[in-house]
């Protein structure tokens, strides 16, 4: 594998990469830890979890600065404190959250074969069956009988406000998908809704997805049909997406480690090839066939 060898002496603060992770896993034991007796739909945070959510968080810190990772004392002393604002603003979206989709924390880290060997099974239009794999931040249930699915999201998350008008960003974020459809198997509930939550916006703008519904559930497996048939035809074109002028790389290219020996004019290679007849099986995946789907409201 070719890329940056990990040097602690020349970091200057925490990175984006370590930071969502530090948040991801606060998080989850917050949560895996409150599974046992979770608050009501209507119930507040109380100030012992809050503590003890913050408590989590400087141990985990503690954790980043022994390995090195936190970068100069100033710029750590100043991220911290950004941390700890984050999770008292989390609690305050999470009170909200709840009680207005009457949700209980249910489970967190569900896994869907990554480690297990619950697998989601999927059978497509054309008879193939394939199966997918992930694992799920947290599940949540409703008291009418629906399961809420929410994939935390850290940093600047705003590619995903595309899913309003296509649902799987034309095959490159098939999720909360995949996420959905196992939450379902895994909880035996009919009805399910998958979301990004960023944690670092506020408001209506901080859930983003979809209620699963009959039609995206077909267009899902159209967009697998295609993926799974491009492959099984040797399709494996380059998309590299727009130039990026301030990066000098294309959007999708930023953070492949082949960059920098790649040619560059990579996209006008992909411009010369997009009507070739053999690439013709990813016209599906940017043709969304249903109705742009509502983003913040589960029901």
């Known amino acids: 594998e070719i890329a940056d060898r990990d040097d602690p002496e020349r970091t200057d603060e925490l990175s984006a990469l370590d930071r969502g992770s530090l948040i991801h896993v606060t998080l989850e034991e917050f949560i895996r830890g409150e599974l046992d007796s979770p608050p009501g739909p209507d119930e507040q945070w109380s100030e012992a979890a809050r503590a003890r959510l913050h408590k989590i968080a400087d ?14 004392r100033v710029n750590w002393r100043v991220q911290q404190d950004d941390l700890h604002d984050l999770l008292d603003a989390f609690l305050a979206a999470d009170n909200e959250f709840r009680r ?9 880290e569900l896994d ?3 480690k297990s060997g619950h697998v989601v099974p999927v059978t497509l239009p054309n008879g193939d069956s394939i199966t997918l794999r992930g694992m799920v931040d947290r599940v949540d249930l409703t008291a009418d009988g629906r399961v ?12 995903y406000k595309q899913l309003k008008d296509d649902p799987f960003m034309a095959g490159t974020t098939l999720q909360l998908g995949m996420y959905a459809e196992g939450a379902i198997q895994e909880t035996g509930r009919p009805d399910a809704a998958a979301h990004y939550w960023r944690v670092e ?3 209506d703008d901080q859930r983003v997805g979809y209620t699963w519904t009959p039609e995206l559930r077909a267009r899902f497996h159209d967009v697998l049909t295609a993926i799974t048939s491009g492959i099984g035809a040797g399709v494996f074109a380059a998309q590299p997406g727009e130039w990026d002028t301030w990066r ?25 090839k997009v009507d070739a007849p053999e690439l013709a099986v990813r016209v599906a995946l940017s043709s969304p066939a249903v109705e742009p789907v509502e983003q913040v409201g589960e029901r």
């Not at 930023?254 to 990579?266: E, I, L, N, P, Q």
């Open 59 to 72: 141990d985990k810190c503690g954790k980043y600065e022994q390995a090195g990772r936190t970068g100069r």
């Open 148 to 159: 809420l699915v929410s994939d935390y999201k850290s940093g600047n998350a705003d590619k």
């Open 112 to 114: 869907l074969g990554v």
């Open 201 to 203: 916006r506020a408001g």
């Open 248 to 272: 000098q790389t294309n959007d999708n290219c930023g953070y492949c480690d082949f960059d920098s020996v790649c040619v560059r004019d990579r996209g006008d290679h992909e411009i010369a």
């Open 100 to 108: 207005t989709h009457l949700a209980t924390p249910h489970r967190v």
